[in-house]
């Protein structure tokens, strides 16, 4: 049976979509799981955030305003794209704006007028959270409930006013979080940065901040865990392109040189390859896109131009060649013509720029022609981009030496931060097993290498401090030497210019993975580098001159101080990463009986000792033997031995045992090398578990001995669905075939990350707890680097556990050492996974075919649903809904899905 030559394409194109996601970079894949959903630029859409920032641009353009120009306005102040939800919401938001109709004949010219009543508009109380417009992209609520929900929720303003230096402090702290900053770090902020405390009324009172930022409630039940947003006034400087008026004087020239060349559009996806042409400074690199709509374009713009110049009567010479102007070149080889830009006239010679490949040569005045008109419509294809992290050493030449090894002639992938005119970037090369973060390969250029740990076999060391021990055995040292004694004189210059300076500039307002900057430890400022981010508020860290992993709020974390930024920058990391000699590393070869036994061990001896007996130079990773007592001339006396000689080591399969129950160790007293930090949580796998000697609190204390059964958990309520017939907006996250995938509401995904991202903070401080795991069990599971509500389907016997994402909808296996009792506070929201079957078909066996073109359509999408029947069950999760799938992504029609697949179906029957 032949497949319809139109599905083909569809399922070629997706199959070819899986292999080039096959290839992107596992660190990028661990910023986002495959089971969470990729949401557009500007998702989760929020419309309250969108009214806030619509008003002030109203309110600039008081005398009307096109909606056409709308988007783009929008995308020029907020660097996001303006959600297509809010131009059909448009007409409804009469409390913010009023839309005309001034052309009959042209219904979709509409003129946007900012409401009459928008000054007198109550801002929501603080103490009573707004009710969520819950619209889906075509039916509305009745504006009525609307202005019934919003004065219901108002309450009179505190009595107290907030100083006006008050209220200028907290702007500046938000703008620095463009992307939403949780109202509960305000105080300690506030503290840490200005030096004095925060009005305590303030926390209370949030509608006294409405004039600086919008007030968000993902949490209705918990109104202290509101999300502060800043309000963007629009800069007087900024014109209507979004370009700040301080731009080059190169830009400008060129951009008056090239009018009629469209701008260069900065690719959608979120991680586009690159070919990087070259770097003479990391604020400025070269390179040019890769795909469809640009090398793809390019090449078929100069096949068009090799043949429209190849006949002579179109090659008119440019004789008088003037600076900034436009050319066609005759290239050396092959007779390639190039597009090109005049940069030099000299006597016989021109040097001219390759406007699409980005490098500049001198040639001949015989090689220029004219451009003709038509090779003007494709904009310039090389650009330029800003290295992140590097915008202080951008010209050093240990930095572009390793960058031109590394990077130049190579196709990349980048990470955009920022979508500006010069797009700030993370650069990856994926073509390796590890994949490399180019921008901190950079970085450790500065490195001073005679500040590095030593690493010398036979070579002993006592005063030795072990600062962390990890499951798989492995283990962080500090060992006495120029760099330790450097790093800690610079550490407490840092310290103090913190202390007696009162600055907003240092706090980290855009995180990103292998950025270096400071976060707490023990109550001291200490390095850190960013290893994955959790959405915009939460982020994985690790010390790196300890070798201890945590996961902090984005607030938490502060910018080197620029006195010190060199110094901090150039002293490599101080934590040398050992293993115990003879012993192996390997994951599950360590039971936790043996981890915590070196912990309790190793990490209380305030004087160790070392000796090396290899070094694996690749990995830096020094294999050792270890003593609590400086008798290292004696292997016998060593941590290794003992291990080897004790009841956790098994002779027969070289490999500690993984089915012993827990040792006694486990209820020893705790560590006191523990961070005694509130700030910081510590990942119970690969961290220390205890708690404080001064909490004084043994393990399971807190909650049942292991082996009870589970404490009762009251379930979230149920998903609320609007009535059959009625519309909800959503996203597909699983799509198997028509007759079942998974939805998530549309309208309340952002409230999910921001659960997601607490449990992040909450599991990753708790201590290692035995759970005892039960089918039909709700828990918490660690699935790569997020925390997940799932059921649990099964218990296999190799210590693997079957489960169900309830927000997600995806199917896992999970060891059971990474399953968590899930607690009360985290099931507030109801389980986001809707089980759902297509409306519109007749139930049939699905061919693999048929599947592809369904995924192809509706997996990981925001769609419309019109609700046909819900199968109500005993359990959320047996819940199933018949849903119609409709794609309102383009203007012109709706797609159903139904449709389509009746289409397919129909076509294959007929190919057959």
């Known amino acids: 049976m032949t497949l319809p030559s139109r599905f083909q394409k569809e399922v070629h194109a997706h199959l070819s979509q899986n292999q080039q996601q096959s290839n992107a970079p596992s660190i990028l894949n661990e910023n986002t799981t495959p089971s969470k959903p990729r949401l557009p630029h500007s998702a989760p859409y929020s419309p309250k955030l969108v009214q806030s920032r619509l008003k002030e641009v109203l309110n600039k353009h008081s005398n009307g305003l096109w909606v056409s120009k709308l988007p783009q306005l929008y995308r020029d102040l907020y660097k996001q794209d303006l959600p297509s939800e809010a131009l059909k919401d448009l007409e409804h938001w009469t409390h913010i704006c009023t839309v005309e109709k001034p052309c009959s004949t042209k219904p979709q010219e509409l003129l946007l007028y900012p409401a009459k009543e928008t000054s007198q508009i109550t801002p929501h109380s603080a103490a009573t959270p707004p009710t969520h417009d819950k619209s889906p992209f075509h039916h509305k609520k009745p504006q009525t409930q609307r202005s019934s929900a919003t004065s219901k929720s108002s309450t009179p303003a505190s009595p107290r006013d907030l100083p006006p230096e008050v209220k200028q402090k907290l702007g500046e702290l938000l703008l620095k979080y463009s992307s939403g900053l949780w109202a509960h770090a305000l105080p300690k902020l506030y503290q840490d940065t200005y030096k004095c405390k925060l009005p305590e009324f303030v926390l209370d009172h949030l509608n006294l901040l409405s004039?600086?930022?919008?007030?968000?409630?993902?949490?209705p039940d918990n109104p202290k865990r509101a999300i502060l947003y800043a309000k963007v006034l629009e800069d007087e400087n900024r014109n209507q392109s979004g370009l700040a008026g301080s731009e080059t004087k190169e830009a400008v020239e060129r951009s008056l040189s090239s009018q009629t060349v469209p701008p260069l559009l900065i690719p959608r996806e979120e991680y586009p390859s690159v070919l990087v042409v070259e770097a003479g400074d990391t604020n400025s690199v070269i390179l040019r896109y890769i795909g469809d709509g640009y090398s793809k374009a390019q090449e078929k713009l100069e096949d068009e131009m090799r043949e429209f110049y190849g006949q002579d009567s179109n090659k008119v010479a440019l004789t008088s060649p003037l600076t900034g102007q436009l050319t066609a070149v005759?290239?050396?080889?092959?007779?390639?013509?190039?597009?090109?830009?005049?940069?030099?006239?000299?006597?016989?010679?021109?040097?001219?720029?390759?406007?699409?490949?980005?490098?500049?040569?001198?040639?001949?005045?015989?090689?220029?022609?004219e451009l003709h008109e038509k090779f003007y419509r494709l904009p310039f294809q090389a650009t330029k981009c800003k290295l992140a992290g590097l915008e202080s050493f951008s010209q050093e030449q240990a930095v572009l030496k390793r960058f031109e090894s590394m990077a130049t002639g190579k196709i990349l992938l980048a990470e955009i931060l920022v979508r500006q005119e010069v797009p700030l970037v993370v650069l990856y090369d994926t073509s390796q097993d590890d994949d490399i973060n180019i921008n901190a390969a950079c970085m450790k250029a500065l490195h001073d290498k005679s500040l590095e740990s030593p690493l010398k076999v036979n070579s002993a060391y006592m005063n030795v401090n072990v600062t962390s021990v990890c499951s798989d055995g492995t283990i962080y040292c500090q060992v006495p030497s120029r760099g330790l004694t450097k790093l800690n004189e610079i550490l407490e210059k840092t310290e103090n210019y913190l202390h007696s300076q009162v600055t907003s500039e240092l706090l980290v307002s855009r995180p990103f993975c292998g950025k270096i900057c400071l976060a707490q430890y023990k109550g001291k400022w200490s390095r850190v580098e960013i290893t994955n981010l959790h959405g915009s508020r939460v982020v994985d860290i690790m010390f790196v001159d300890v070798g201890v992993q945590a996961s902090v709020e984005v607030t938490e974390l502060r910018e080197i101080p620029p006195p010190t930024l060199r110094d901090l920058i150039s002293t490599p990391a101080q934590a040398l990463k050992c293993c115990l000699a003879d012993l192996p590393v390997s994951v599950g070869s360590w039971t936790p009986d043996a981890v915590q036994w070196l912990r309790d061990t190793a990490l209380h001896c305030s004087d160790c000792s070392l000796k090396i007996a290899k070094v694996d130079e690749p990995k830096r990773l020094a294999h050792v033997y270890l003593f609590t007592s400086k008798n290292f001339h004696d292997k016998s006396c060593s941590l290794n031995q003992q291990l080897a000689d004790s009841n956790l080591w098994s002779h027969q399969k070289d490999v500690f045992l993984s089915s012993r129950g827990p040792s006694k160790s486990l209820n020893a007293p705790t560590n006191p090398a523990t961070i005694q930090t509130s700030s910081l949580r510590t990942d119970g796998q690969d961290k220390v578990p205890h708690t404080p000697k001064r909490m004084s609190s043994p393990l399971g204390s807190q909650s049942a001995p292991p082996g009870s059964p589970p404490e009762q958990l009251a379930l979230p309520p149920l998903l609320e669905l609007p009535e059959i017939g009625q519309n909800?907006?959503?996203?597909?996250?699983?799509?198997?075939?028509?007759?079942?995938?998974?939805?998530?509401?549309?309208?309340?995904?952002?409230?999910?990350?921001?659960?997601?991202?607490?449990?992040?903070?909450?599991?990753?401080?708790?201590?290692?707890?035995?759970?005892?795991?039960?089918?039909?069990?709700?828990?918490?599971?660690?699935?790569?680097?997020?925390?997940?509500?799932?059921?649990?389907?099964?218990?296999?016997?190799?210590?693997?556990?079957?489960?169900?994402?309830?927000?997600?909808?995806?199917?896992?296996?999970?060891?059971?050492?990474?399953?968590?009792?899930?607690?009360?506070?985290?099931?507030?929201?109801?389980?986001?996974?809707?089980?759902?079957?297509?409306?519109?078909?007749?139930?049939?066996?699905?061919?693999?075919?048929?599947?592809?073109?369904?995924?192809?359509?509706v997996e990981k999408k925001p769609l419309v649903g019109q609700l046909e029947s819900v199968q109500e069950a005993s359990q959320p999760w047996d819940r199933k809904v018949v849903i119609y799938l409709v794609d309102t992504s383009q203007e012109e029609r709706d797609i159903w899905l139904h449709d389509i697949m009746a289409e397919f179906t129909d076509e294959m029957s007929n190919a057959a």
């Open 330 to 369: 005759c290239a050396e080889e092959e007779e390639e013509i190039l597009r090109a830009q005049v940069c030099e006239v000299m006597a016989d010679k021109v040097k001219v720029h390759y406007v699409d490949h980005g490098f500049s040569e001198v040639i001949s005045k015989s090689k220029l022609f």
């Open 728 to 857: 909800l907006d959503v996203f597909v996250s699983v799509a198997c075939h028509p007759g079942h995938f998974v939805l998530q509401p549309w309208h309340d995904m952002y409230k999910l990350v921001d659960l997601m991202g607490e449990m992040i903070l909450h599991y990753n401080k708790m201590e290692e707890k035995p759970l005892k795991v039960e089918k039909s069990q709700v828990c918490a599971a660690k699935l790569e680097n997020n925390w997940y509500r799932v059921l649990v389907k099964g218990v296999l016997t190799n210590g693997l556990v079957s489960v169900f994402q309830l927000d997600y909808g995806k199917h896992e296996l999970v060891s059971c050492t990474q399953l968590r009792p899930l607690t009360q506070e985290f099931c507030q929201l109801p389980f986001q996974a809707i089980t759902a079957q297509l409306a519109g078909l007749k139930p049939r066996q699905w061919s693999e075919e048929a599947s592809i073109v369904f995924r192809n359509h």
């Open 211 to 219: 004039d600086i930022c919008t007030i968000d409630y993902p949490m």
